[in-house]
């Protein structure tokens, strides 16, 4: 095997590239593009979203055309009522100037209502959709991508990183739009009336948008700095809500709370220097902003009142549509730090929608043979998790499981007995050797299908919240009741869910916590039973039972296990007597194999396993 300077493996001898070379290379091109993604470039991404929606979209874009142009004919509105106001003599006639003012009010105040809800309703569904594609792919990420990334950063990138994202879209870039179109409308109205005052303005406009892009670029790496903070925040927070009773066991509420309170005021400081330093360019762009306000009013006014070369109604419009234009372009100066904010959250959006699973069905997947035998392969594998390459978990191991055979994996702690399920299932891959299920590399096959072959029990099965029926149904999709209940009585746990208040219906809450530990575990059980595959993991399956239930389980196990390849780690003895063969792990290898009473005789390592676990009864 090829390996670089620093231990890890980066191609196995079959020329895949290892878990290890992959895993530098993934986080390596995400901190490029954490490094390069100073501009607008995540945002883009978005555009198919939109697309998706282009009715709402087209409709939200019509509306915000009509309100820009009802804002600026108010303007004209207003030089009717100054220029020709003294010349009207009857009521009627200052009635159809009002009207028209009224009229295009009319038409602003529907169209920004038009506008407000279509913009903010494609805001909410893009949102939505991102979210939904978002938690599908993280769902299918192996579990070498979990090791560094806790699940409350990734919380935190779908909550308060779409929650930006939803404000930008649905309102943020409107709002950027319209003052564009606002900005653009005004200057053109306003080289109609003035050319001479506007090539003023013109001029004034580099003034201020040279600081707003410059600026800018650093209000996005600030940003994306804060929610970095706020993401770490939030996972130190998820982790001592998920070990809550352990927290609290061991007294300490007030180091986690402390460790808590460190990274928010770390996110608070990164949040304060970006509000320090947008607040520095809010005041910079109405500085310059009422300055050259101030030399366009005096302009006007010598035109006015000395040159008579402008009526008293054009330089009221002049000067109101050069306060529209002003005031759109401040606004477009506070827009921009929120959009650069947003293309900051889109940015650590769009890395995990770009992170590529390592574990991944090939392009051409293999079709595993039917009706599936359930033969269990394992050559000369060596497996080492990432980080611990000078440590592998698995070196050198090789099993052979007949279809149908019952085999326990016996052996001491770190012996790579779990290491053994994981490659089965296929969370990780090899670093060298093959596993396989029924003569296919599982590498050649769609991990999908080939787990649909195997039914886990594990040591602390986790639960959901919602119904114990639920939790059973979890197992196979399409289940019916009559199967949810054949299951249950299998794994002895139909009697205490009929006792619950609502049955099989009764709501379990988080994790199931409102069950005690066996009554967890059966429920586990029952959930293996109903997916009918023809491989049975159990790891450590009966561990949480008292003897009477461990003694009902077993029998039920008994009965499960026929014409089922099963694979079995266990300590109690009970489970071991029932196995087929049991195979000694220790150092990732297997150094026995054979019957109870014949690896007793032998003395060796299962015979010492045995009486120090099971004392008398494994004489």
Do not use: C
């Not at 600030?222 to 130190?236: I, K, P, T």
């Amino acid at each position: 095997m090829a390996t670089n300077n620093s231990g890890d493996a980066r191609v196995a001898n079959n020329g895949r590239p290892s878990l290890g070379g992959l895993m530098k290379d993934a986080f390596r091109v995400d901190a490029w593009r954490r490094e390069r993604g100073r501009d607008l470039r995540p945002l883009r991404r978005l555009i198919p979203f939109v697309r998706a929606h282009r009715v709402d979209a087209i409709l939200g874009a019509i509306f915000l055309t009509i309100s820009t142009v009802s804002l600026l004919s108010l303007t004209l509105g207003i030089r009717m009522v100054t220029d020709q106001g003294p010349q009207v003599h009857d009521h009627a006639g200052l009635l159809r100037v009002f009207a028209l003012l009224g009229g295009a009010a009319v038409v602003l105040a529907l169209a920004t209502g038009l506008r407000m809800y279509f913009l903010y309703k494609l805001g909410e569904r893009v949102v939505a959709d991102l979210r939904q594609v978002v938690f599908r792919h993280v769902l299918g990420l192996d579990l070498t991508h979990f090791l560094t990334l806790r699940t409350g950063e990734v919380l935190s990138r779908m909550t308060t990183d779409m929650t930006i994202v939803e404000g930008t879209v649905g309102n943020v870039i409107p709002v950027a739009l319209r003052n564009s179109l606002t900005l653009l409308g005004s200057l053109s109205l306003l080289v109609i009336l003035s050319a001479r005052f506007t090539l003023l303005v013109l001029v004034l406009i580099p003034l201020l948008l040279t600081p707003l892009l410059l600026i800018g670029r650093h209000m996005q790496r600030l940003s994306v700095r804060a929610q970095d903070r706020f993401a770490e925040a939030v996972g130190y927070a998820g982790e001592g809500l998920e070990a809550l009773e352990t927290v609290q066991a061991f007294g300490q509420e007030d180091e986690v709370s402390a460790r808590f309170d460190r990274a928010i005021e770390s996110a608070f400081v990164a949040s304060r220097a970006q509000i320090r330093v947008s607040g520095l360019m809010s005041s910079l762009m109405i500085s310059l902003i009422f300055a050259g306000m101030l030399v366009l009013l005096y302009q006007s006014a010598v035109a006015v009142i000395f040159d008579h070369t402008m009526s008293p109604g054009a330089l009221l419009q002049l000067l109101i549509l050069a306060l529209v234009a002003a005031n759109a372009l401040k606004d477009l100066s506070e827009v921009w730090s929120q959009i650069q904010k947003a293309s900051g959250a889109a940015q650590r959006i769009i890395a995990m929608l770009d992170t590529q699973p390592v574990i991944a069905a090939p392009a051409h997947p293999l079709a595993l043979p039917s009706p599936a035998r359930g033969e269990i392969d394992f050559e000369q594998v060596r497996f080492a998790y990432p980080g611990r390459s000078d440590m592998p978990a698995l070196n050198g191991f090789s099993l052979h499981v007949r279809p149908g055979e019952r085999v326990a994996l016996v052996g001491p702690s770190g012996a790579g007995k779990s290491t053994v399920f994981r490659l089965l299932l296929r969370f990780y891959d090899p670093d060298a050797g093959v596993v396989s299920i029924d003569g296919v590399d599982l590498r050649e096959a769609d991990p999908r299908r080939t787990r649909d072959r195997m039914a886990l029990v594990a040591q602390d099965a986790p639960l959901f919240s919602g119904s114990a029926a639920d939790n059973i149904a979890f197992g196979r999709r399409g289940a019916g009741a009559a199967d949810i209940r054949v299951a249950a009585r299998a794994a002895q746990a139909e009697g205490f869910l009929d006792a619950l208040p609502d049955g099989f219906d009764t709501l379990v809450g988080e994790r199931a916590k409102t069950l005690s530990g066996g009554q967890r575990q059966r429920v586990a059980i029952a959930r293996a039973l109903i997916r009918q595959s023809p491989i049975l993991l159990l790891d450590e399956a009966t561990s949480a039972l008292d003897a009477e239930n461990e003694r009902l389980v077993q029998h039920a196990l008994h009965g499960a296990m026929e014409g089922r390849t099963t694979l079995v780690i266990a300590h109690r003895l009970a489970t071991v007597l029932e196995a087929d063969r049991i195979v000694v792990m220790d150092a990732g290898r297997v150094v026995e194999e054979g019957r109870h009473a014949d690896l007793l005789a032998r003395g060796g390592l299962y015979a010492r396993l045995a009486r120090l676990q099971f004392g008398a009864e494994a004489a």
